[in-house]
């Protein structure tokens, strides 16, 4: 489970351009769940994602993320508990290494890298099963540089690697945005079947209401940093979730 | 064949300087031009040593232990002090040019009186043991796991944080090894030549990126060749092409814009090639 406790965090501090994005933000992620994050541009979805990562530091606040504060980690320590996805495809892979490459780096996550050994081949049969999960044939593929995978095949291998040590927290960081549909459809099935196959404690920014309803246990809707949703997902339709965000929309714009 | 010899010889010493630039630029995507003051710094700690007594092997081994350090400096002044890495290399090469005139309190030093590692036998043969050392402790050292990760660095950073790892640390070993293996490459030289000379690290950048650039032309899409392979023929060819011109009449002076010529032709090559490849093909990952 993760804990955010009394959260703070503004930009521009010291000029007049300030924002204050959260002002004592209180949140509880349940342990084993995908929940999905939405709002609209600017409402504090990714910046809450980059404070939990550590991408970007907190002013005040606590993350407790099974029973100890990340907060005050640096963003390499917090890696070794956390898994993130980006939406940028080739953000999560080496490009100019293998498939097995890639695979043997994200194996040896939070171990400590030393003057071993990286690739042993004992451990082929345990990437091609993982690989196989995907169905999209890179089990094939382990000696391809990623650079030359297509956006949904290099996306699906950052899941993999990203989950393959059962991190205590997944991030998907909009991780279908940049994916033509039908990918973007494909890989979000491969990441439902992931999280429930390891029950893995999840968070899934989306900008996309269905994908939201369809793939999460619990939908938050964020404005100015604040929690103006919170339902499980089975009580939810799209057309409610637009016709909040409808209205919100008109009352920036008034 | 004398001219021919001497060029493979050199070549063979510019192999170790292209092996240490290609860490840098090939695999950190780092442009460190500190190397032009740590191929004469390598030199200079070389006559340092030899000249108080110390044996040549010892002397061009502790030249390239030294000679990391102005790695080490680069990489403070980029990690730490948030200074672009370009200016921090020509920071660091500026106060080499002064540090190596202080080595010796000379600009100019011969070592015609001094023992040096070509003694021990033919001068070929021995460079073509280091070269072949280094290039075997260099490839194994790439398929260890610091080693993917260095390669890792250089290809995304974000990738190296989320593994738990600082990406800087991976930075200054690598810029620490290559810029020992420039120093290494400046000491050989300096007992090759029989002196040092404080200008003999100018266009020395220049002569590396034409190595490797000579290099990568050669059977381009095999993944056989190693890169470390391919830096070492390309210097070989770049000394061979350079002697065979300096033969012909050409003045040793004219070459240095005739090797930038060199590289500039090839990597706009590269560059314009690659992006009529994008605009035939539907283009990779969309960045948001």
């Given at each position: 489970?993760?804990?955010?406790?009394?959260?703070?965090?503004?930009?521009?501090?010291?000029?007049?351009?300030?924002?204050?994005?959260?002002?004592?933000?209180?949140?509880?992620?349940?342990?084993?769940?995908?929940?999905?994050?939405?709002?609209?541009?600017?409402?504090?979805?990714?910046?809450?994602?980059?404070?939990?990562?550590?991408?970007?530091?907190?002013?005040?606040?606590?993350?407790?993320?099974?029973?100890?504060?990340?907060?005050?980690?640096?963003?390499?320590?917090?890696?070794?508990?956390?898994?993130?996805?980006?939406?940028?495809?080739?953000?999560?892979?080496?490009?100019?290494?293998?498939?097995?490459?890639?695979?043997?780096?994200?194996?040896?996550?939070?171990?400590?890298?030393?003057?071993?050994?990286?690739?042993?081949?004992?451990?082929?049969?345990?990437?091609?099963?993982?690989?196989?999960?995907?169905?999209?044939?890179?089990?094939?593929?382990?000696?391809?540089?990623?650079?030359?995978?297509?956006?949904?095949?290099?996306?699906?291998?950052?899941?993999?690697?990203?989950?393959?040590?059962?991190?205590?927290?997944?991030?998907?960081?909009?991780?279908?945005?940049?994916?033509?549909?039908?990918?973007?459809?494909?890989?979000?099935?491969?990441?439902?079947?992931?999280?429930?196959?390891?029950?893995?404690?999840?968070?899934?920014?989306?900008?996309?209401?269905?994908?939201?309803?369809?793939?999460?246990?619990?939908?938050?809707?964020?404005?100015?940093?604040?929690?103006?949703?919170?339902?499980?997902?089975?009580?939810?339709?799209?057309?409610?979730?637009?016709?909040?965000?409808?209205?919100?929309?008109?009352?920036?714009?008034? | 064949?004398?001219?021919?010899?001497?060029?493979?010889?050199?070549?063979?010493?510019?192999?170790?300087?292209?092996?240490?630039?290609?860490?840098?630029?090939?695999?950190?995507?780092?442009?460190?031009?500190?190397?032009?003051?740590?191929?004469?710094?390598?030199?200079?700690?070389?006559?340092?040593?030899?000249?108080?007594?110390?044996?040549?092997?010892?002397?061009?081994?502790?030249?390239?232990?030294?000679?990391?350090?102005?790695?080490?400096?680069?990489?403070?002044?980029?990690?730490?002090?948030?200074?672009?890495?370009?200016?921090?290399?020509?920071?660091?090469?500026?106060?080499?040019?002064?540090?190596?005139?202080?080595?010796?309190?000379?600009?100019?030093?011969?070592?015609?009186?001094?023992?040096?590692?070509?003694?021990?036998?033919?001068?070929?043969?021995?460079?073509?043991i280091?070269v072949l050392i280094v290039k075997i402790l260099l490839d194994l050292f790439?398929?260890?796991?610091?080693?993917?990760?260095?390669?890792?660095?250089?290809?995304?950073?974000?990738?190296?944080?989320?593994?738990?790892?600082?990406?800087?640390?991976?930075?200054?070993?690598?810029?620490?090894?290559?810029?020992?293996?420039?120093?290494?490459?400046?000491?050989?030289?300096?007992?090759?030549?029989?002196?040092?000379?404080?200008?003999?690290?100018?266009?020395?950048?220049?002569?590396?990126?034409?190595?490797?650039?000579?290099?990568?032309?050669?059977?381009?899409?095999?993944?056989?060749?190693k890169?470390t392979t391919?830096?070492?023929?390309?210097?070989?060819?770049?000394?061979?092409?350079?002697?065979?011109?300096?033969?012909?009449?050409?003045?040793?002076?004219?070459?240095?814009?005739?090797?930038?010529?060199?590289?500039?032709?090839?990597?706009?090559?590269?560059?314009?090639?690659?992006?009529?490849?994008?605009?035939?093909?539907?283009?990779?990952?969309?960045?948001?």
């Amino acid at each position: 489970m993760l804990k955010i406790n009394n959260l703070s965090k503004s930009f521009n501090k010291d000029s007049d351009e300030r924002i204050d994005i959260f002002h004592g933000f209180n949140l509880q992620i349940e342990e084993n769940k995908c929940t999905a994050i939405i709002g609209a541009n600017g409402c504090g979805k990714s910046t809450l994602l980059n404070l939990i990562s550590g991408s970007l530091m907190a002013d005040q606040g606590e993350f407790i993320l099974k029973g100890k504060d990340i907060g005050k980690l640096s963003e390499e320590k917090r890696a070794i508990h956390i898994g993130r996805v980006h939406q940028d495809p080739s953000m999560g892979v080496s490009p100019t290494l293998t498939i097995l490459e890639n695979m043997s780096l994200a194996d040896k996550k939070g171990e400590g890298f030393s003057l071993r050994k990286l690739v042993h081949k004992g451990k082929i049969p345990k990437y091609v099963e993982l690989l196989k999960d995907l169905d999209l044939g890179l089990e094939d593929k382990l000696d391809t540089q990623v650079k030359y995978l297509s956006g949904g095949q290099r996306q699906s291998l950052s899941l993999v690697m990203a989950s393959m040590k059962f991190p205590d927290l997944l991030l998907l960081d909009e991780h279908t945005a940049a994916l033509d549909p039908k990918t973007s459809h494909v890989v979000m099935k491969k990441t439902k079947e992931l999280i429930e196959k390891y029950k893995m404690t999840t968070i899934m920014i989306s900008h996309n209401m269905k994908d939201a309803i369809d793939y999460s246990d619990r939908v938050i809707m964020l404005d100015k940093g604040q929690v103006i949703l919170d339902k499980p997902s089975k009580d939810l339709t799209e057309e409610e979730l637009m016709d909040i965000y409808r209205k919100k929309l008109v009352e920036h714009l008034m | 064949m004398k001219l021919l010899l001497t060029s493979v010889e050199q070549g063979l010493i510019f192999a170790v300087l292209a092996m240490g630039v290609f860490l840098t630029y090939k695999i950190l995507d780092i442009a460190d031009l500190s190397v032009e003051g740590t191929f004469p710094f390598g030199a200079f700690l070389f006559a340092r040593f030899v000249s108080s007594g110390i044996n040549p092997i010892l002397s061009t081994f502790l030249a390239f232990c030294l000679g990391s350090l102005a790695g080490l400096l680069t990489t403070t002044l980029f990690t730490r002090l948030k200074i672009k890495p370009i200016l921090a290399g020509i920071l660091t090469m500026t106060i080499l040019y002064s540090v190596n005139l202080k080595i010796n309190g000379k600009s100019n030093i011969p070592l015609f009186s001094y023992g040096s590692i070509y003694d021990l036998g033919s001068t070929l043969l021995i460079l073509i043991i280091i070269v072949l050392i280094v290039k075997i402790l260099l490839d194994l050292f790439l398929k260890t796991e610091t080693g993917y990760l260095l390669i890792a660095t250089g290809d995304n950073e974000v990738l190296v944080k989320s593994l738990g790892e600082n990406s800087n640390k991976y930075k200054l070993i690598g810029l620490m090894l290559a810029n020992g293996l420039v120093a290494l490459s400046g000491a050989l030289m300096a007992q090759h030549q029989g002196f040092v000379d404080i200008t003999m690290g100018a266009g020395i950048i220049v002569v590396a990126l034409a190595s490797i650039i000579i290099g990568d032309t050669i059977k381009k899409n095999s993944n056989i060749l190693k890169n470390t392979t391919r830096a070492i023929i390309g210097a070989i060819i770049y000394k061979i092409i350079g002697g065979i011109a300096i033969d012909l009449g050409l003045n040793p002076n004219d070459l240095r814009a005739i090797n930038a010529i060199i590289v500039i032709v090839f990597i706009a090559y590269n560059n314009t090639a690659s992006n009529l490849f994008k605009l035939k093909g539907k283009g990779g990952a969309k960045n948001a």
